[in-house]
C-alpha cells in the first residue's frame, strides 16, 4: 500500500534559521505530493503541491521538490519565523478520486 | 467565504450514547471525507464519499458510520461510541485531481 515516512518530532529552531523537514514515501502509482500545515487549534491547511517528478511546490516561502528517482519531497525554508511553528504533514495521493495518504506530521517550535 | 463547516468543536459524551458530527461544505465538492488524529499516528481515514449516495470505507471504519444525501453535508455518526473513538476528527473536501483538501476545523470527541 501506500505510505510517508517524515522525520520525527519536534523540531526546535532559532529564528531565521534554515529548516528542512524530510519526507520520503512509497506509491503503487504515480503519485501527487502535498505538505499541509496545522496551526494550533485548527485544522490542515494546503501549504504547497507538487504532481510530476522535478516540479517544485512553493508558498510563503516554503518549497519542496518532487524527487521521483529518491522518493523523497523534503519540505525547505531558508529562514523561519516565530509564525511558522506548526504541525507540518506530508502527504500524497495517487488518482483524482483515491484517498489522501498522511505521514504522522512534524511538530516545528520557533523560538525567539 | 469557501470553507468546511463542523460541528461541535467539542463534545464529551457517555459510552453508547449516539451522536452525529456534523459536516458542511459551501464549494460544491464532489469528494468528502472523515478522518481522525491520533498523537503518533497522524491522520487515518474513517469514510469517504465520491459524490451523493456514494460512500465507501477508509482504514478505520469500524464503529462509524455516513451518510450523503445532499452534496453539501457529509455527517458522521457513532451509534454506539466507545472510549477508544476518543479523537479529534476532521472533515474535508476537494475536487478530483490535482487539488489539495479544505479542512474543517476539526471535532475534539472525548468518550468516557
Known amino acids: 500500500g501506500d505510505s510517508v515516512t517524515q522525520m520525527e518530532g519536534p523540531v526546535t529552531l532559532s529564528e531565521e534559521a534554515f529548516l528542512t523537514i524530510n519526507c520520503t514515501y512509497t506509491?503503487?502509482?504515480?503519485?501527487?505530493l502535498f505538505w499541509y500545515v496545522q496551526y494550533p487549534g485548527e485544522g490542515l491547511q494546503l501549504l504547497l503541491k507538487?504532481?510530476?517528478?522535478?516540479d517544485k511546490g512553493s508558498n510563503k516561502g516554503f518549497e519542496a521538490t518532487y524527487r521521483k528517482e529518491t522518493t523523497s519531497f523534503h519540505l525547505e525554508k531558508g529562514s523561519v519565523q516565530v509564525s511558522d511553528s506548526a504541525v507540518y504533514f506530508c502527504?500524497?495521493?495517487?488518482?483524482?478520486?483515491?484517498?489522501?495518504?498522511f505521514g504522522t506530521g512534524t511538530k516545528l517550535q520557533v523560538i525567539p | 467565504e469557501a470553507q468546511v463547516t463542523q460541528n461541535p468543536r467539542y463534545l464529551i459524551t457517555v459510552t453508547g450514547k449516539k451522536l452525529t458530527v456534523t459536516c458542511s461544505q459551501n464549494?460544491?465538492?464532489?469528494?468528502m471525507s472523515w478522518y481522525r488524529q491520533d498523537p503518533g499516528l497522524g491522520l487515518r481515514q474513517i469514510y469517504y464519499s465520491m459524490n451523493v449516495e456514494v460512500t465507501d470505507k477508509g482504514d478505520v471504519p469500524e464503529g462509524y458510520k455516513v451518510s450523503r444525501k445532499e452534496k453539501r453535508n457529509f455527517p458522521l455518526i457513532l451509534e454506539s461510541p466507545s472510549p477508544n473513538q476518543t479523537s479529534l476528527y476532521f472533515c474535508?473536501?476537494?475536487?478530483?485531481?490535482?487539488?489539495?483538501?479544505?479542512f474543517g476545523s476539526g471535532t475534539r470527541l472525548t468518550v468516557v
Open positions: 506509491a503503487t502509482g504515480y503519485p501527487s
Open positions: 474535508a473536501s476537494r475536487v478530483p485531481g490535482g487539488y489539495g483538501y479544505t
Open positions: 502527504a500524497l495521493r495517487v488518482g483524482g478520486y483515491q484517498k489522501v495518504t
Open positions: 464549494m460544491n465538492h464532489e469528494y
Open positions: 507538487a504532481t510530476k517528478a522535478d
